[in-house]
């Protein structure tokens, strides 16, 4: 296993709650982190992006100690569910943010957003205001300020939470064109089993603040002997 993630014994303490982590991601895979709301899919995120700092144990990408680097020197994009994309800023402005947050934008620079946009159907969006934008498009303009960001491992929290079913589908088909194309680490957090079975490599099921689960997709999806995996999956 050539790893990209790796969580070793990794412990967060809140007052009321205690989570902990064991899991390593394989460069270049898919994976799908699911599991009901609460049980700490969106602490794993956080540890892995620096965001938060675990109590306890270790967060190695591709090999390397990362507690003390900071969320903005990690080799990881995040995108949340609301987008993070600025409603004063046009498209354009917004993918720039990923380049330079000061929007120290020469023409090479420029070149790469454009680049970015056509890249996930949004040639000529460049002057448009977010407000403007169907959540689909929206969706897309978070995706393209991750590429220009150039980083190997992209974390996806819920991405599309707020599209409906046919959506959902043309944005799932052009993340896994771009994940073809980049060949990056993509970690997603889905509450739609329907999204495992088109993107995901593996699934990662949390329950009560622990990982329980991680297997290929195929098998988690077969599973028929743990109560919350049957809940989620409709069993």
Known sequence: MDPAIGLQDVHVRYPNAHLQFDCTIRRGEIAAIVGASGSGKSTLFNVIAGFETQDEGRVD??????????????????????????????????????????????VKERGKIAGSMMRVGLEGFGRRLPPTLSGGERQRVALARA???????????????ALDPGLRAGMSQLLLDLHEEEGNTILIITHHPD?????????????????????????????????????????
């Not at 003390?68 to 004063?88: G, M």
């Not at 150039?150 to 939470?161: M, N, S, T, Y």
């Not at 949390?206 to 049957?230: K, M, Y």
């Open 195 to 235: 999204d495992l079975r088109r993107l995901a490599d593996s699934v990662v099921f949390l329950d009560g603040g622990r990982i329980v689960a991680h297997q290929p997709t195929a098998e988690f999806l077969a599973r028929r002997d743990n109560p919350a995996i049957n809940a989620f999956l409709g069993n």
């Open 61 to 106: 990408i591709f090999g390397k100690d990362v507690a003390h680097v900071e969320p903005s020197e990690r080799p990881v994009s995040v995108i949340f569910q609301d987008h993070n994309l600025f409603s004063h800023l046009d498209v354009a402005t917004n993918i720039g943010l990923g380049i330079d947050p000061a929007l120290r934008l020469g």
């Open 147 to 161: 590429l220009v960001r150039r980083k190997p491992i992209l974390l996806l929290d819920e991405p599309f939470a």
